[in-house]
């Protein structure tokens, strides 16, 4: 049951966090870059969807960081009560989904529940980076493109040498 808890509970807290993000980056389109109202919708949908997406992935490593914590504790105080060491094997099998981060040779070469448990943790740390550093990048690239979007001062027509450097209708410059 604890499972489908953070499992629903990474989803909405995840898309709450994206549906945050895109309304503070509408905030900084409409004010900063001073967008339309459709250049600012898509720029939002997109980091609704991608950032949702990044989002969602992070604060589920987090909630499973969580567990591995807990895990690797009751595997610990099992262990102080039958032996110094666990079989890598069996404590592959009591934590679910620590295969994906640690193969049996991996955690047999590390040793004891302590030291699998902190690499399993370091691992859910560089994922939990990787899914940092891809919604900065997605926070750029919005950025970018509403700079790229920003609509330009337009050059006024009542003056037809506005454009020279001169200013006037006489540029002789060879």
Do not use: H
């Amino acid at each position: 049951m604890d499972f489908i808890f953070n499992f629903l509970s990474s989803i909405f807290l995840g898309l709450g966090a994206a549906i945050l993000l895109a309304a503070a980056g509408a905030v900084l389109f409409v004010k900063a870059f001073r967008l339309d109202y459709l250049r600012t919708a898509l720029l939002s949908l997109f980091l609704l969807v991608f950032g949702g997406y990044q989002t969602v992935l992070l604060v589920g490593a987090s909630s499973v960081r969580g567990l591995v914590d807990q895990a690797a504790t009751a595997a610990e105080i099992t262990t102080e009560t039958i032996s110094e060491n666990v079989a890598a094997a069996e404590l592959l099998d009591g934590i679910p989904g620590a295969s994906a981060f640690l193969s049996e040779e991996t955690a047999a070469s590390v040793g004891t529940v302590a030291a699998i448990a902190r690499r399993i943790d370091q691992s859910i740390a560089d994922y939990m980076l990787r899914r940092a550093l891809w919604l900065a990048a997605f926070c750029a690239a919005a950025a970018g493109l509403a700079a790229l979007m920003r609509p330009r001062r337009p050059v006024p027509l009542s003056d037809p040498y506005a454009g020279s450097p001169s200013g006037g209708p006489c540029d002789l410059n060879f």
